[in-house]
Every structure is written in structure tokens, then in C-alpha cells.
């Protein structure tokens, strides 16, 4: 388990990212899955030596996507972001862009599914010619008018699966697929194109719905048969603790880490 395991940056966002590449030095975590906006603290190329230096492996990078806009010019732009996003990527080494891929437009969720087809449609040459491959998260329902009007593993298995090409794929995050009643199938279906797995744990009472994440073990999620279940379909990459908490950012960054080790290998 150890040897797969990443951290998410967020899981620490308490810490600079030189923090937390220090930190899964020190605690013997051979991944760090990026976030954009903590990259820019230091630039890319400085975070590529950063990670090389200290004997890591990025496991993802966060994100793209949010395709969806009023005007053709806002969505113009928002694909040129994405680019820019798989080139840092490459520059980085991480394997995969994750896509949160944006909310419907003045309510019209299948003019934004039309609009995120698209948009990663153009995006493709980009990614294969980078050989990064673009990762298709569907986020919980509660978020479909914030973040994302992909909000099922079967919606990104269909998504993926229509562009017949192995430069795009989905990413299980527990979190948001854990309640689905197709939950394994889908995860069997997706096979091969199950491009990133992250955990955490669903936690009562919810408070922020992007940000009451539990730490794995803490709650509902049967962390065990889905991880088993994402094996199964033939993944074997990296396993990302993404624990987005303020209570966990409030607490010291190396008793998180213990933490996050000792609850992957109990719980997962």
C-alpha cells in the first residue's frame, strides 16, 4: 500500500508547497498529487526539481476544466487554461490533468455537457502530444450548479469512452461516487481508463459540501471494497488521499501525515 500512496496537496494546504514535498520526504509518501495555485508559489520549473530533489513521483496534477461560459470567447479561454494546464503537467511529470469539468450556464445542464464535449474534444491533440492524459471527474450531485454538470461514473464512462482514444479517462474519487448503486459496475466498466483513485471519507454532519471530507476510516465510505473493486478493473497507480477539512489544515502537517500513512494501511 505504502508504495502507492500519494498526497493529495490540499490534504495539507496549511503547509507551502515546498512544505509539503519536504513532508512525504520525510514520512517515506512516494507521491504528491499538485494543485495548480500552489505550483505558482514557487513557478513549474521550480516545483519539477523540487519533486525530482527529493526523490518523489507526481501522481496528478489539479486542474482544468470548468468549460462551460456564456460567450464563445469566455470558453475560448477556458480551453487555453486547460492547455496551459497539460503543458505545466508534462513539465512536471504528472501522468494525469484532472478535469473538474464546470457547471451548467443559466440552468441548462445539456448545453454544458455539449459544451465540456467539446471542449476536451479540442483539448485532445494537446494532451496526446504531451502524453498527459486527461482525467474526467464526476463530482457529487450536490455540486452540480458550483463545480461540475458531470456528476456520475456512468456520465464520465460514457463522455470518455465517446472520444476512442486512451488520452482521456476518468479519475474515482470516493468521495463523490461512493453512493452510487452503480457505483461497481461502473468501476469495472471503466477498466483501463480509470486514470486516478483518491480517498477520503464521508463524514455527518456535512458542513461545507467541498470541504467536510473525513480522513480515511472516519466514515460511511467502504473504503476497502471500492478500493479492491478499482484493482479489480486493473488499476494500479497511485492512491491519493485528497482530504479537503479545515479541521485537518488546522492541525500540525507532520501529525496529518503520520495520520494519512497509518490510515492507508488500516483502512485500505
Same mark, same amino acid.
Given at each position: 500500500m505504502l508504495a502507492r500512496l500519494s498526497l493529495n496537496q490540499y490534504?495539507?494546504?496549511? +503547509?507551502s508547497l515546498r512544505e509539503a514535498v519536504e513532508g512525504c520526504a520525510r514520512h517515506g509518501i512516494p507521491y504528491i498529487g499538485l494543485w495548480r495555485d500552489k505550483v505558482d508559489e514557487i513557478g513549474v520549473e521550480a516545483t519539477a526539481k523540487l519533486v525530482r530533489d527529493a526523490g518523489l513521483k507526481v501522481s496528478s496534477l489539479c486542474r482544468g476544466g470548468f468549460f462551460p461560459a456564456h460567450s464563445a470567447a469566455e470558453r475560448r479561454a477556458r480551453i487555453d487554461d486547460s492547455r496551459d494546464a497539460i503543458e505545466e503537467a508534462a513539465q512536471l511529470g504528472a501522468p494525469v490533468l484532472v478535469l473538474v469539468c464546470g457547471p451548467p450556464v443559466d440552468k441548462d445542464l445539456a448545453a454544458a455537457r455539449r459544451m465540456i464535449a467539446d471542449a476536451i474534444a479540442a483539448l485532445i491533440?494537446?494532451?496526446?502530444?504531451y502524453n498527459v492524459r486527461l482525467g474526467i471527474e464526476p463530482l457529487h450531485p450536490m455540486m452540480v450548479m458550483q463545480r461540475s454538470a458531470i456528476c456520475t461514473l456512468r456520465e464520465a464512462n460514457d463522455l470518455a469512452e465517446s472520444f476512442a482514444t486512451d488520452s482521456v479517462g476518468v479519475v474515482v474519487d470516493v468521495y463523490h461516487v461512493w453512493w452510487d448503486a452503480e457505483l461497481y459496475e461502473q468501476i469495472a466498466r471503466a477498466g483501463?481508463?480509470?486514470l486516478g483513485f483518491h480517498v477520503s471519507? +464521508? *463524514?455527518?454532519?456535512?458542513?461545507?459540501?467541498?470541504?467536510?471530507?473525513?480522513?480515511?476510516?472516519?466514515?460511511? *465510505?467502504?473504503?476497502?471494497? *471500492?478500493?479492491?473493486?478499482?484493482?479489480?478493473?486493473?488499476?494500479?497507480?497511485? *492512491?491519493e488521499v485528497e482530504v479537503l477539512n479545515p479541521a485537518v489544515w488546522a492541525r500540525p502537517g507532520d501529525e496529518v501525515l503520520a495520520d494519512v500513512k497509518s490510515r492507508a494501511l488500516a483502512h485500505l
Open positions: 490534504t495539507t494546504k496549511q +503547509w491533440p494537446e494532451a496526446a502530444a483501463k481508463n480509470i471519507d +464521508w *463524514i455527518e454532519p456535512l458542513g461545507d459540501p467541498l470541504a467536510s471530507r473525513g480522513l480515511p476510516g472516519e466514515g460511511a *465510505i467502504d473504503l476497502p471494497r *471500492i478500493r479492491n473493486a478499482v484493482d479489480a478493473a486493473g488499476y494500479d497507480g497511485p *492512491i
